[in-house]
């Protein structure tokens, strides 16, 4: 289920600090596909890391922390609507959200896959 629209009604995973300001980090629960071929296909990419760049990549540059700041919060999820069928790449998203379910950004990946 996607977390877009939605109010922040989960606990936290974690937190972080930024010029000694605590935020709380929520990861919401994944929106993998429903079909069981693309789910499937979806948790192999995650048990290959990809999970893992992406997040890399959020914390580096993706980050909306003025807003992360002022709420106190870091709120993500990771999506992806399957992997294409011609060209199997992956499509998995982190999508970075504000308390109100509010998309803040969005990092992608588009790997080729086996």
Known sequence: MNAEGTPLEIDP???IRLNDTRMRVYQEPFDLPCNEQQRAA??????TGLSNELYSEF????CDF???????????QLSCAGQSALRKICRMTLTQY????????????RKKMD
């Open 13 to 15: 995973t974690g937190q």
């Open 42 to 47: 979806c948790e192999r990419h995650l048990d």
């Open 59 to 62: 914390w580096m540059v993706g």
């Open 66 to 76: 003025d807003v992360a700041e002022r709420e106190g919060v870091v709120r993500v």
């Open 98 to 109: 504000d308390t109100q379910g509010k998309a803040l950004n969005t990092g992608k990946i």
